[in-house]
């Protein structure tokens, strides 16, 4: 994928919980295009895996985007050894913990939104940041979730995380567009990831949900590859403060 542009020779991508799934896929198509890609993720095995399965391009950190101190480091380290940053995709994430409301404690609710939301905030807000020094633009993409089309029985972690970024997104896009860069978020369906295992596992969800996927099939990590490539080239110059679905129709059913 030389030339054109779809071409990310030269571009510095991160993708946060970039070591599977959704992240993963990113990572590999983004790598594919061209682009040199940093995985951050909190499991040094897993990390070194995704890294080793996409090639010379790509390089990982051990990250919690659930610290702040840990983000903003990273993300310096990340500008320092590249001498740039063009796209960040701020992809990382817990599972809904799905427990009853009357049963979510505070405690349960802020485990989920450390991560999904103030973690996916403060990586934002530090990609930005760097952008905005180094004057070159760049593309902000946040992983929200179908579910804030719906509502999701004991997801209210979750969903009011994944809500959340579809928001913070929509102000990302009218602030920072004097400075070249743009803001999207994704709104994926079901998809195979670690998030989704014990749900695929049971057969019961499976025997519900199934039906109304028109695509007839789960998505998979190399269903996001080709939008995170266009949400990162030049393509997408125009593109910005919207939510994509990507869903394979379930919610058109």
Same mark, same amino acid.
């Given at each position: 994928?030389?030339?054109?542009?779809?071409?990310?020779?030269?571009?510095?991508?991160?993708?946060?919980?970039? !070591?599977?799934?959704?992240?993963?896929?990113?990572?590999?198509?983004?790598?594919?295009?061209?682009?040199?890609?940093?995985?951050?993720?909190?499991?040094?095995?897993? !990390?070194?895996?995704?890294?080793?399965?996409?090639?010379?391009?790509?390089? &990982?950190?051990?990250?919690?985007?659930g610290d702040e101190? *840990?983000?903003?480091?990273?993300?310096?380290?990340?500008?320092?050894?590249?001498?740039?940053?063009?796209?960040?995709?701020? !992809?990382?994430?817990?599972?809904?913990?799905?427990?009853?409301?009357?049963?979510?404690?505070?405690?349960?609710?802020?485990?989920?939104?450390?991560?999904?939301?103030?973690?996916?905030? %403060? @990586?934002?807000?530090?990609?930005?940041?760097?952008?905005?020094?180094?004057?070159?633009?760049?593309?902000?993409?946040? @992983?929200?979730?179908? =579910?804030?089309?719906?509502? *999701?029985?004991?997801?209210?972690?979750?969903? &009011?995380?994944?809500?959340?970024?579809?928001?913070?997104?929509? &102000?990302?896009?009218?602030?920072?567009?004097?400075?070249?860069?743009?803001?999207?978020?994704?709104?994926?369906?079901? @998809?195979?990831?670690?998030?989704?295992?014990?749900?695929?596992?049971?057969?019961?969800?499976?025997?519900?949900? /199934?039906?109304? /996927?028109? %695509?007839?099939?789960?998505?998979?990590?190399?269903?996001?590859?080709?939008?995170?490539?266009?949400l990162a080239s =030049? &393509?997408?110059?125009?593109?910005?403060?919207? =939510?994509?679905?990507?869903?394979?129709?379930?919610?058109?059913?």
């Amino acid at each position: 994928m030389s030339g054109g542009r779809f071409d990310l020779t030269g571009h510095v991508a991160l993708v946060t919980g970039g !070591n599977s799934g959704i992240g993963l896929g990113m990572a590999r198509g983004l790598a594919e295009a061209g682009a040199r890609v940093c995985i951050w993720g909190t499991n040094a095995e897993r !990390n070194a895996e995704a890294a080793e399965s996409i090639g010379a391009l790509a390089t &990982a950190m051990r990250v919690d985007v659930g610290d702040e101190a *840990q983000v903003t480091e990273g993300l310096r380290e990340v500008v320092g050894s590249h001498g740039r940053l063009d796209s960040c995709f701020a !992809n990382a994430g817990l599972p809904s913990g799905r427990k009853p409301l009357v049963e979510t404690s505070l405690a349960d609710f802020r485990h989920i939104t450390r991560v999904n939301l103030d973690g996916a905030f %403060v @990586t934002l807000r530090e990609a930005a940041r760097h952008m905005i020094e180094l004057g070159n633009g760049g593309s902000l993409v946040a @992983t929200s979730s179908l =579910s804030v089309l719906m509502g *999701q029985a004991g997801g209210y972690a979750y969903t &009011a995380s994944k809500g959340g970024l579809v928001t913070i997104v929509k &102000a990302l896009a009218v602030e920072l567009a004097r400075y070249g860069i743009r803001a999207n978020a994704l709104l994926p369906g079901w @998809t195979e990831a670690g998030i989704t295992t014990d749900a695929f596992a049971n057969p019961t969800f499976v025997r519900n949900v /199934m039906p109304r /996927m028109p %695509v007839r099939r789960w998505g998979t990590g190399d269903d996001y590859a080709g939008i995170a490539v266009y949400l990162a080239s =030049s &393509a997408s110059s125009f593109h910005t403060g919207d =939510s994509i679905l990507i869903d394979g129709g379930y919610a058109a059913f």
